[in-house]
């Protein structure tokens, strides 16, 4: 098998942060703002490989793993190169998904992701960036918190408490359709981040 590192040079980028060609054990599972991710064939492992120009945050968030690693809702890191990182791959739904295709979304499950932030500021960190695609429901039902390279900044995140209190205000109403038109979530999305949305302000 090849090592990380011939894994993560494997992959071609076009000039549109797009793959163009990659090893053939790997499958792309996700594209960020600053990276893909891929999973790799008979492994329980994604590599995580940075967008030129973002290659610094590889060696800050492998960090934060570390700190982060004795609360068992984050994934674990293997490996650090300079534009990669090789964690646990998670077999499950991000939120996004979990709300497109009809997942039921527990108050348990807002309450465990709740405890792990806790956990995270407990260690000091500033849990930050916490949307929809960087929480995820894994096939066996726990959860799991991904994309921690923000949580050392010192600027407060409203997005959890905001994504708490929609699903308390209107998720969990018996009237609240449980299963939203992907298009239709990805404008909500768009309008919640221009700030748009009067009582959930970022
Ligand atoms: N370990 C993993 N297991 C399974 N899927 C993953 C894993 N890591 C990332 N993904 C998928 O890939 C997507 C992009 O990953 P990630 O959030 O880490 O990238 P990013 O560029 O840092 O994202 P952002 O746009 O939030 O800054 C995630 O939303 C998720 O769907
Ligand atoms: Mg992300």
Redesign the pocket.
């Given at each position: 098998m090849s090592t990380y590192l011939e894994l993560a040079n494997s992959i071609i980028v076009k000039n549109n942060n797009r793959v163009k060609s990659c090893d053939k054990s790997l499958t792309l599972?996700?594209?960020?703002?600053?990276?893909f991710?891929f999973?790799i064939e008979s492994t329980t492992k994604?590599i995580?490989v940075f967008f030129p120009g973002f290659e610094h945050?590889a060696k800050e968030e492998t960090e934060i793993y570390h700190v982060l690693k004795d609360i068992t809702q984050f994934?674990s890191v293997y490996e650090q190169g300079r534009n990669y990182i090789v964690?646990?791959?998670?077999e499950g739904d991000?939120l996004f998904e979990c709300l497109t295709n009809g997942t039921v979304i527990t108050s348990g499950h807002i309450q465990e992701i709740d405890d792990a932030l806790s956990l995270a500021s407990d260690l000091g960190l500033n849990p930050s960036?916490i949307?929809l695609?960087?929480l995820?429901i894994a096939s066996n039902g726990e959860i799991k918190l991904?994309?921690v390279?923000r949580y050392r900044q010192t600027k407060d995140c409203k997005q959890w408490s905001n994504l708490k209190k929609a699903h308390l205000q209107l998720y969990r109403k018996r009237y609240f359709v449980k299963k939203i038109p992907k298009p239709f979530l990805n404008m909500l999305a768009f309008i919640y981040k221009k700030g748009l949305i009067p009582t959930y302000r970022l």
């Open positions: 599972i996700g594209t960020g703002r600053s990276a991710v999973r994604a995580k945050i994934p964690m646990d791959y998670i991000t960036d949307h695609r960087n995820l991904i994309d390279a």
